[in-house]
Structure formats: structure tokens, C-alpha cells
């Protein structure tokens, strides 16, 4: 039962042929089983599961479920604020830090009746692409603990893959939920920026983070999606627009709709396994009647480099608010000053230190033009470009990583060679724009390889179509790791 | 672009962080290698260009229709705001003594 994916148990709860304490069974007994081996949670909320899983039987029982989720268990990336439960957000500085609300997202789940199971692992700050930056140790991969994840949602997409958990929601800042999704063979969505409230998500970078499900499958990632998007009151970025019908659109037809394929996203870097798995999966669609047409993104190679820029320099300044004073941990040390920097050289890890100071300094006087300014410049090019390309099409397919999973270790010290593995998902986040990973093949090594759409702003409805009409077609997103 | 542990030092001290001389050295050479990569945004034309930093959408981005009513709602409750400071007393957080 635990192996159901999210819309079937969604489904056997609704027949009532499984209750919602025995799917949290299922998933704890799976974890307990499991989790040893991977590093998926960093802490289970066991009993406050059983007691929302207990109330949401008694709902069904009386035939008022509060939404299709009603009763499915559902994991968080330990970035979320939940009220009562231990929020770290992968860091030292928050060891201990009891939230006093719940984020938006956290608390429109509740009223959709999932049950909550558990915070997941993540790089420090959503800083990371592998979960290595975790200051509690390092997420493996289920298809070969040998390796990474991905990150920073690399807890969320293991738990997923392994089927710890039929669901989980991740953030997404440059490819955080796309490229653990890719690497460990599930399916993610990075939603428009705005389509998602970011009220309660401890801030990374304000203009690119964006909160977005994880799922075995791509109706899974629908229904979450259902229950955490629109327009929040308490996040002014977040969108009035009204939402689309996700559920229905996984039946849409998919037959006229152009893909582009942008050649700077196949060339040097690209493995050649992925790239057979990424072209075989563009085949797929193609025989479903969708149109392809070869598209330049002529500014995205400069996406890495303006990320960089941008991104640091905003978590230069939301870290700033760790300084051992009002919650998280703090020096104990003499002068206000010297409580600061000891606290803050305490309580981050190494690439959270190197992106605050690569922040701070392209930010600082005398760079700001040269960095920061120049970055904005090129990151208004990399969104006309793709203005430009969804005039012809309707949604551009890509691979979502160079590389299959990477060995653990592999890039640590490299933190380069790390940046350079988001060089497919950075575009979206700097354009604002949506994106879904769908696992679409394996290597000769077995290891998973995924096969990324991107869209029109709240465009999620199209993807989720694409995305559907090609798992349609396809095992992949079925295959179970051999854990054991 | 090539920084020095001089340039680090001075950065982390900006960003409130204390380095080891041998963090200085460490983090001068990786962040040396980022910002040399980061040197390709200057084959870029700008000249024309605007700056974007929002990226979301425009009719959200400050318009004064998505203020919500100027109504008093309950905010966080004091000992709540206080209940995960490092040192407080009832009222306050506490920190280190700055006036003699």
C-alpha cells in the first residue's frame, strides 16, 4: 500500500477500500524500514500524523472529506515553517527552532486533510545541489546510495523515489525540486513565480524561490498542486490570477501543441545516455501529435553566471536576519559585535559563507554595477528570450541535468562544478517561468534520467498535460529502486 | 576576477561572519574561481537593456489592488515572538551590552 502512487491512494481512500491510518502506517513502517539506509527525514511528527490521519477517517466515515488529498500522507522539506514542529532548514543556526506559525502551504494542506509525516533533508538554505550542504549529513540516492540525490529538495525527491511518502513538497530557487526529481527518478513542478504562496518558507532568494510538489507521478503532483496554489494575502508576490483545473488537464489532448527544442540546451556537457533518454522521451510526445521546432535561447548560457549574481546577493541580505538574537542559535561570546560574527561563523556552513560573502561583495560599492546591475541586464535578456520563443511554441523540452546522479563527494569541493549541474533549470527561475520534471529513461548504470518542460507563465495546466500524454506512454515513473 | 583573503576579510567582516586565516585563503581562491566564471556576463551587450528584478507577474507587483483592507488583525502574541530567542526576560530579547 505504502508503494500506491498519490492519485491511486488518493482513489482507495475515497473508496474507503484503505483508511488513512493504515496508509500512515504503511509509509512509517517504510520508513523505519528504509530510511537508515537513505537520510531521507531529518524527524517524523509520528503522533501528530495518527491524530490527523484518526480525523480524517472519521470524516470519510461520515462522508465529508475536506479534498481529494483528504488522509494521503504528505512529507515538507525542512524549509517550511510548521507551528509546533522543529524547522531547521538544513542548518546549524536553526537546530532547535520551533516555529510559532505555519506557512502558508503547511497550513493549506491541513485544511486539504493530507497528513503531515515528517520534515526532509536539504542542502543548508536551499544552497546545494547534491544535500551534501546538510549540517546533518548527506541524503543517498535510492537508485545507488553511492551517490547523490541532487538538491537542494534532495530529501523530498528520495522519500518519493523510494516511496517513503506518496507525496512531498520541495522549493525551487535555480532547479531544487526539478533536479533531485530528475536524479532520483520522480516527477517535480516549479510552478510560475506567484502561482505558489511563499508566506512561512524560510527565504533563500525572494525573486526565484518558488514552492512546488513532488510525486511518483504526474497526477500526484496535480492534486498537491490543487491544494497549495493561488494568491495569498501575506505574500504580495503571490498571483490573483484564478487557477486552472489541474486534474482535468491531465486527460487534455495534447495533439497540435508545438514543443521548441533549444539548441544551447543539447550541446557540450550533455551526457550522451541522458540525452538518448531526453530524445526518446521528445519522440514519445511527438508521436501523441505534438509539433517540434528547433529554438534559440541565444542568453541562456549566461544563466549560471547571472544566477550567481542574483541569487547571493539576495540571500546575502535574508541571511542577514540570523544573528543570534531573536531565535536559532547564538555565540557565547563577549561584544555585540563579536556575538554576530561568532554566532553566524558557528551556525553556517561553508558554501551558506561563501554565498553570503559572494553576495555581499557584488553588492558592495564600487561592484554593484559591474555585478549585480549587469546580471539584472542579462537576466531581462534571458526573459525576452523566452517571450520570444513561446511566441511559436507552446512549451520548450530539455533535458533537466547534463549528468545522471554524481558520487557523493564527487563536486563538494568543487563548488563551480556544483553550480554547473542547474544549467538547465536556472533559466526558468531568473524568467519566472513554469517547469516540470518527468523521469524519462535510465542509464546503461541505472540510474534515472529526467526530461524537463518548460512553460508560459501559469502555463502549469499545459505541462501537466505534456507531461501526462508522455508518462501515458511510459514505465519509468513506475520502476522501484531495488532498496534492501 | 581574482580576490585575496585582504578582499575576504573585509567582505565577511561587511557580512558579519569571522573567518581563520586559513578560511580566508580557502574562500579567496574558490570565490576567485566563481567570480571568474561569473567575468562572462561582460560579452554581454547591456547597453540597452533594463534591469529586472521581479520576475513575477506585473499586476501583482505592488499594485495598490492587492492591499488587503486596513483592518486589525491579531499579530503574534508576545511571549510566542520571544518564546525562541536565545536570552529575554518578559518583554524583550536580550543581547550583549552596548552603552557603558
Given at each position: 500500500?505504502?508503494?500506491?502512487?498519490?492519485?491511486?491512494?488518493?482513489?482507495?481512500?475515497?473508496?474507503?477500500?484503505?483508511?488513512?491510518?493504515?496508509?500512515?502506517?504503511?509509509?512509517?513502517?517504510?520508513?523505519?524500514?528504509?530510511?537508515?539506509?537513505?537520510?531521507?527525514?531529518?524527524?517524523?511528527?509520528?503522533?501528530?500524523?495518527?491524530?490527523?490521519?484518526?480525523?480524517?477517517?472519521?470524516?470519510?466515515?461520515?462522508?465529508?472529506?475536506?479534498?481529494?488529498?483528504?488522509?494521503?500522507?504528505?512529507?515538507?522539506?525542512?524549509?517550511?515553517?510548521?507551528?509546533?514542529?522543529?524547522?531547521?532548514?538544513?542548518?546549524?543556526?536553526?537546530?532547535?527552532?520551533?516555529?510559532?506559525?505555519?506557512?502558508?502551504?503547511?497550513?493549506?494542506?491541513?485544511?486539504?486533510?493530507?497528513?503531515?509525516?515528517g520534515k526532509l533533508n536539504m542542502d543548508e538554505f536551499a544552497m546545494g545541489s547534491s544535500t551534501e550542504n546538510s549540517a546533518f549529513g548527506p541524503t543517498k540516492n535510492p537508485w545507488d546510495p553511492t551517490r547523490?540525490?541532487?538538491?537542494?529538495?534532495?530529501?523530498?525527491?528520495?522519500?518519493?523515489?523510494?516511496?517513503?511518502?506518496?507525496?512531498?513538497?520541495?522549493?525551487?530557487?535555480?532547479?531544487?525540486?526539478?533536479?533531485?526529481?530528475?536524479?532520483?527518478?520522480?516527477?517535480?513542478?516549479?510552478?510560475?513565480?506567484?502561482?505558489?504562496?511563499?508566506?512561512?518558507?524560510?527565504?533563500?532568494?525572494?525573486?526565484?524561490?518558488?514552492?512546488?510538489?513532488?510525486?511518483?507521478?504526474?497526477?500526484?503532483?496535480?492534486?498537491?498542486?490543487?491544494?497549495?496554489?493561488?494568491?495569498?494575502?501575506?505574500?504580495?508576490?503571490?498571483?490573483?490570477?484564478?487557477?486552472?483545473?489541474?486534474?482535468?488537464?491531465?486527460?487534455?489532448?495534447?495533439?497540435?501543441?508545438?514543443?521548441?527544442?533549444?539548441?544551447?540546451?543539447?550541446?557540450?556537457?550533455?551526457?550522451?545516455?541522458?540525452?538518448?533518454?531526453?530524445?526518446?522521451?521528445?519522440?514519445?510526445?511527438?508521436?501523441?501529435?505534438?509539433?517540434?521546432?528547433?529554438?534559440?535561447?541565444?542568453?541562456?548560457?549566461?544563466?549560471?553566471?547571472?544566477?550567481?549574481?542574483?541569487?547571493?546577493?539576495?540571500?546575502?541580505?535574508?541571511?542577514?536576519?540570523?544573528?543570534?538574537?531573536?531565535?536559532?542559535?547564538?555565540?557565547?561570546?563577549?561584544?555585540?559585535?563579536?556575538?554576530?560574527?561568532?554566532?553566524?561563523?558557528?551556525?553556517?556552513?561553508?558554501?551558506?559563507?561563501?554565498?553570503?560573502?559572494?553576495?555581499?561583495?557584488?553588492?558592495?560599492?564600487?561592484?554593484?554595477?559591474?555585478?549585480?546591475?549587469?546580471?539584472?541586464?542579462?537576466?531581462?535578456?534571458?526573459?525576452?528570450?523566452?517571450?520570444?520563443?513561446?511566441?511559436?511554441?507552446?512549451?520548450?523540452?530539455?533535458?533537466?541535468?547534463?549528468?545522471?546522479?554524481?558520487?557523493?563527494?564527487?563536486?563538494?569541493?568543487?563548488?563551480?562544478?556544483?553550480?554547473?549541474?542547474?544549467?538547465?533549470?536556472?533559466?526558468?527561475?531568473?524568467?519566472?517561468?513554469?517547469?516540470?520534471?518527468?523521469?524519462?529513461?535510465?542509464?546503461?548504470?541505472?540510474?534515472?534520467?529526467?526530461?524537463?518542460?518548460?512553460?508560459?507563465?501559469?502555463?502549469?495546466?499545459?505541462?501537466?498535460?505534456?507531461?501526462?500524454?508522455?508518462?501515458?506512454?511510459?514505465?519509468?515513473?513506475?520502476?522501484?529502486?531495488?532498496?534492501? | 576576477?581574482?580576490?585575496?583573503?585582504?578582499?575576504?576579510?573585509?567582505?565577511?567582516?561587511?557580512?558579519?561572519?569571522?573567518?581563520?586565516?586559513?578560511?580566508?585563503?580557502?574562500?579567496?581562491?574558490?570565490?576567485?574561481?566563481?567570480?571568474?566564471?561569473?567575468?562572462?556576463?561582460?560579452?554581454?551587450?547591456?547597453?540597452?537593456?533594463?534591469?529586472?528584478?521581479?520576475?513575477?507577474?506585473?499586476?501583482?507587483?505592488?499594485?495598490?489592488?492587492?492591499?488587503?483592507?486596513?483592518?486589525?488583525?491579531?499579530?503574534?502574541?508576545?511571549?510566542?515572538?520571544?518564546?525562541?530567542?536565545?536570552?529575554?526576560?518578559?518583554?524583550?530579547?536580550?543581547?550583549?551590552?552596548?552603552?557603558?
Open positions: 500500500m505504502a508503494l500506491l502512487p498519490l492519485g491511486a491512494l488518493a482513489e482507495a481512500l475515497e473508496g474507503r477500500s484503505v483508511s488513512a491510518q493504515e496508509a500512515l502506517a504503511a509509509c512509517l513502517a517504510r520508513i523505519g524500514e528504509l530510511d537508515g539506509k537513505l537520510h531521507a527525514f531529518l524527524r517524523l511528527t509520528g503522533d501528530s500524523a495518527r491524530a490527523a490521519a484518526a480525523a480524517s477517517d472519521e470524516r470519510r466515515a461520515q462522508g465529508r472529506p475536506l479534498s481529494p488529498l483528504d488522509g494521503v500522507p504528505v512529507a515538507l522539506k525542512d524549509i517550511f515553517c510548521q507551528e509546533g514542529v522543529e524547522t531547521t532548514a538544513g542548518s546549524r543556526i536553526l537546530q532547535g527552532y520551533v516555529p510559532p506559525y505555519d506557512a502558508t502551504v503547511v497550513a493549506r494542506l491541513k485544511s486539504a486533510g493530507a497528513v503531515l509525516i547523490t540525490p541532487g538538491g537542494s529538495s534532495g530529501g523530498s525527491a528520495a522519500a518519493v523515489a523510494a516511496r517513503l511518502v506518496p507525496g512531498a513538497l520541495g522549493t525551487d530557487t535555480g532547479g531544487s525540486i526539478r533536479q533531485p526529481a530528475a536524479l532520483c527518478g520522480c516527477v517535480g513542478l516549479k510552478p510560475t513565480y506567484g502561482r505558489v504562496s511563499r508566506y512561512g518558507v524560510i527565504a533563500f532568494a525572494s525573486s526565484l524561490d518558488q514552492v512546488g510538489p513532488m510525486a511518483q507521478d504526474v497526477k500526484g503532483v496535480a492534486h498537491l498542486l490543487s491544494a497549495i496554489a493561488g494568491q495569498d494575502a501575506r505574500d504580495q508576490t503571490s498571483s490573483a490570477r484564478p487557477l486552472d483545473d489541474y486534474a482535468s488537464a491531465l486527460e487534455a489532448k495534447v495533439s497540435g501543441l508545438t514543443l521548441g527544442v533549444p539548441k544551447e540546451f543539447f550541446g557540450a556537457g550533455l551526457d550522451p545516455e541522458v540525452e538518448a533518454a531526453v530524445r526518446a522521451g521528445i519522440a514519445l510526445l511527438e508521436k501523441q501529435g505534438v509539433k517540434l521546432r528547433e529554438i534559440s535561447l541565444p542568453h541562456a548560457p549566461y544563466a549560471i553566471a547571472a544566477y550567481y549574481v542574483v541569487a547571493t546577493a539576495e540571500a546575502s541580505s535574508n541571511l542577514a536576519r540570523f544573528d543570534g538574537v531573536r531565535f536559532g542559535h547564538r555565540a557565547k561570546t563577549g561584544t555585540l559585535l563579536q556575538m554576530y560574527e561568532q554566532t553566524r561563523a558557528e551556525g553556517f556552513g561553508d558554501e551558506v559563507k561563501r554565498r553570503i560573502m559572494l553576495g555581499t561583495y557584488v553588492l558592495s560599492a564600487g561592484y554593484y554595477d559591474a555585478y549585480y546591475l549587469r546580471a539584472q541586464k542579462v537576466r531581462a535578456l534571458i526573459k525576452d528570450d523566452f517571450a520570444r520563443a513561446f511566441e511559436e511554441v507552446d512549451a520548450i523540452v530539455s533535458p533537466t541535468t547534463p549528468t545522471a546522479a554524481f558520487p557523493l563527494g564527487e563536486k563538494s569541493a568543487d563548488p563551480l562544478a556544483m553550480y554547473l549541474d542547474d544549467v538547465y533549470t536556472v533559466p526558468a527561475n531568473l524568467a519566472g517561468l513554469p517547469g516540470i520534471s518527468v523521469p524519462c529513461g535510465f542509464t546503461k548504470g541505472g540510474l534515472p534520467a529526467g526530461l524537463q518542460l518548460v512553460g508560459r507563465p501559469f502555463g502549469e495546466a499545459t505541462l501537466l498535460s505534456l507531461a501526462r500524454a508522455h508518462e501515458r506512454q511510459t514505465d519509468w515513473h513506475a520502476r522501484l529502486p531495488a532498496l534492501g | 576576477m581574482a580576490i585575496d583573503a585582504k578582499v575576504v576579510r573585509h567582505v565577511a567582516r561587511l557580512a558579519r561572519l569571522a573567518l581563520t586565516a586559513a578560511e580566508e585563503e580557502r574562500f579567496a581562491a574558490q570565490l576567485s574561481s566563481v567570480l571568474g566564471y561569473i567575468a562572462q556576463l561582460e560579452q554581454v551587450d547591456v547597453s540597452r537593456v533594463s534591469p529586472l528584478s521581479f520576475a513575477g507577474d506585473a499586476a501583482a507587483a505592488g499594485a495598490e489592488s492587492t492591499l488587503r483592507a486596513d483592518e486589525v488583525l491579531p499579530g503574534l502574541p508576545r511571549e510566542e515572538a520571544l518564546r525562541a530567542a536565545p536570552a529575554h526576560d518578559a518583554r524583550a530579547f536580550l543581547v550583549p551590552r552596548i552603552i557603558e
